[in-house]
C-alpha cells in the first residue's frame, strides 16, 4: 500500500517566517504534487516534481517553492508566510499515471 | 483553460435513496476521469476510475459522456457511511507529466 507522509497534521507559525512542509513517500514514484485546500475553492495545484531536481509551477505559485533533491522527498517552502498562506496542505504522488495518492494534510495557521 | 464544475451541494438525502451527482470539464484534450471521495478533515482518496463505457462498483456507477464533456456518478441504495463531499477529478497533459484538475466537490449527507 502506498504510503504518503507529511511531516506535520498542525502547524503555527508567523507573518514573516521561513517555513517547510515536508513530503515523503515510500514507493519510488516520480510524480508528487502540492496542494492546497480551501473551503469554497476545493484542491488547488501549488507546484509539482515529475523527477528529482525538476519542478514546475501549478496554478498558484506565487509566494512559494518546492524542493526535489531525493525521489522520495518532496519539500513545500513558503519563503515569508503570509495570513492568506493559512489552508490545508496536501501532498500527494501517482501510481501508474492514474490515480494520486494523498498524504493526511498540514493544516497551517499563520498568525 | 482548466475548468471542472460540480453542484457544490448540499445534497441531503435518505437512506436507501439513490443520488446522482454530476461534473463537467472544459478541456477537450482531458483523457482520464476520476471520483474521489473526501471526508471531513481527511484527505481525498479515490473511489473510482470513469471509463468511456461506464463502470459500476457495487452501489456506485460512474459515466462519462465525452462529446458533451460531462461525468456523472450515481450512487443506489445510500448508506450514512457515504456521507462525504465527493471530487470530480479530470486528468489533462500537461509540461512533462500529466495534471489533474479536481472539481470544488459536491457534499452528500445521507440522513437516518
Known amino acids: 500500500d502506498v504510503k504518503v507522509t507529511q511531516s506535520s497534521r498542525y502547524l503555527v507559525k508567523r507573518t514573516g517566517e521561513k517555513v517547510f512542509l515536508e513530503c515523503v513517500q515510500d514507493m519510488d514514484h516520480e510524480n508528487m504534487f502540492w496542494y492546497r485546500q480551501d473551503p469554497g475553492l476545493g484542491l488547488r495545484l501549488i507546484y509539482f516534481s515529475y523527477d528529482v531536481k525538476m519542478k514546475e509551477k501549478g496554478d498558484i505559485p506565487e509566494g512559494y517553492s518546492v524542493s526535489r533533491e531525493k525521489k522520495e522527498r518532496f519539500s513545500l517552502i513558503l519563503e515569508s508566510a503570509s495570513t492568506n498562506q493559512t489552508s490545508m496542505y496536501l501532498c500527494a504522488t501517482v501510481e501508474l499515471g492514474v490515480a494520486q495518492h494523498f498524504g493526511d494534510g498540514t493544516r497551517l495557521s499563520i498568525l | 483553460r482548466k475548468e471542472v464544475e460540480q453542484d457544490p451541494g448540499p445534497f441531503n438525502v435518505p437512506e436507501g435513496a439513490t443520488v446522482a451527482f454530476n461534473c463537467t470539464y472544459s478541456?477537450?484534450?482531458?483523457?482520464?476521469f476520476f471520483w474521489y471521495r473526501q471526508d471531513c478533515r481527511k484527505e481525498p482518496k479515490l473511489l473510482m476510475s470513469v471509463y468511456s463505457s461506464g463502470n459500476e462498483d457495487g452501489r456506485f456507477t460512474a459515466q462519462l459522456n465525452r462529446a458533451s464533456q460531462y461525468i456523472s456518478l450515481l450512487i443506489r441504495d445510500s448508506k450514512l457511511s457515504d456521507s462525504a463531499t465527493y471530487l470530480c477529478?479530470?486528468?489533462?497533459?500537461?509540461?512533462?507529466?500529466?495534471?489533474?484538475?479536481f472539481g470544488k466537490g459536491t457534499k452528500l449527507s445521507v440522513i437516518p
Open positions: 478541456n477537450s484534450a482531458s483523457q482520464s
Open positions: 477529478v479530470v486528468e489533462h497533459p500537461g509540461a512533462g507529466s500529466y495534471q489533474l484538475t
